[in-house]
């Protein structure tokens, strides 16, 4: 399966460039950015019926310094770029993203010919797994080609990385080989994409996962993750 936007391959693991780009979190700041990753926009398409179907690409912002802060408590005049509001106002910029291996949270749905694992934690409302029924139910008809096509392209939709597959028990995650690349989602989160390890001001780096969604909106219950409240607040951003 390739990327519809990209043309990109899908690959059992990402590779891991050896000066990688970083996201590192300002204790109660923002996101400083360094590695000159790719700073793009990606919207979400839906159909007539309201249902999550693709990812559209839209402009791409100019090349970024080698370091640069994107806004995180979601106050900026200058979004997604932080413009140090964060010290003006009073916003609760606490982590609580479980720190464990997301092994240790996913669970298991074995179907024919493929694998999904869902982690709960890390969703964020976009609902790509919803048509159709549903992914966890597709994942029962999955001895019909097309259905286990489909639902492997549901899946690598999923821009949290909530949802994974694989091809045996025991295997890696098959994924697409996405460049290193931030994608501001109009009214939603970062996309990050690509590996991009994620550091905490102690000195703690995250799971690094292909997919993820770092919150904007400032307001998640599982910062630095995004958990969806930006539907809640109807956040509003570029």
């Not at 793009?40 to 640069?68: H, L």
Request: glycine fraction near 10%; charged fraction near 25%.
């Amino acid at each position: 399966m390739s990327d519809q936007s990209t043309g990109e391959r899908v690959r059992s693991s990402f590779d891991t460039p050896a000066n990688q780009p970083h996201i590192q979190i300002e204790a109660d700041g923002p996101y400083i950015v360094t590695g000159s990753p790719k700073l793009a926009r990606r919207i979400r398409v839906q159909n007539t019926a309201g249902e999550s179907v693709s990812w559209q690409a839209g402009d791409d912002y100019p090349a970024q310094p080698a370091r640069f802060k994107l806004c995180r408590c979601g106050r900026s005049r200058n979004k997604p770029f932080c413009d140090d509001s964060h010290e003006e106002a009073t916003w609760d910029s606490q982590l609580t993203a479980d720190r464990a291996p997301g092994e240790t949270r996913r669970q298991l749905f074995e179907g024919i010919g493929m694998i999904m694992t869902d982690d709960n934690s890390l969703c964020a409302g976009f609902a790509f797994c919803d048509r159709f029924g549903g992914v966890w139910e597709e994942i029962n008809d999955t001895s019909d080609p097309q259905v286990r096509k489909r639902l492997k392209e549901q899946i690598a939709m999923c821009p949290s990385g909530r949802l994974q597959y694989w091809r045996k028990k025991g295997g890696a995650p098959e994924e697409i080989g996405y460049e290193p690349m931030i994608a501001v989602i109009p009214n939603g989160p970062y996309w990050v994409l690509g590996g991009i390890p994620v550091e905490t001001p102690d000195g703690f780096v995250y799971e690094v996962r292909n997919r993820q969604l770092l919150c904007r909106c400032g307001q998640s219950k599982n910062k630095p993750f995004c958990d969806g409240t930006h539907w809640d607040i109807r956040f509003k951003a570029p």
